[in-house]
């Protein structure tokens, strides 16, 4: 499938509008769970994946990807990247706080 602007932008607004197959709706249907509260996730989640045509395989994939990326965009946030108040402020001010001389 190639991503044109059209499609884009209508994932962006609302994925379960866009003109997508059902297989790839199944499976963003599992990611935004994962990301809004992982705890709700069960095993009726994977039987639908596997009704959309992932094996075990694909699903531990799409899982760990999922996750992978809430992961590094949690840490990302917590640490300022890409914040105006700078991306190392946090380390600086925290090893500060406990006598450490960041700039070494």
């Not at 932008?9 to 769970?33: G, N, P, Q």
């Not at 009704?51 to 992961?71: C, E, H, K, P, S």
């Not at 640490?79 to 960041?102: C, E, H, I, P």
Request: with cysteine; aromatic share 6%.
């Amino acid at each position: 499938m190639t991503l044109d602007d059209e499609l884009v932008a209508a994932l962006r607004e609302d994925y379960t509008k866009a003109a997508i197959s059902e297989r790839d709706r199944v499976m963003l249907d599992y990611v935004v769970k994962i990301t809004k509260d992982a705890t709700r996730c069960s095993p009726e989640d994977h039987v639908a994946l596997r009704a959309a045509g992932f094996d075990d395989r694909g699903i531990l994939q799409i899982t760990l990807i999922a996750a992978w990326f809430n992961y590094i965009n949690r840490v990302a946030d917590a640490l300022g990247v890409g914040r105006d108040w700078g991306t190392g402020q946090l380390l600086r001010k925290s090893a500060q706080s406990v006598g450490v001389d960041s700039k070494t």
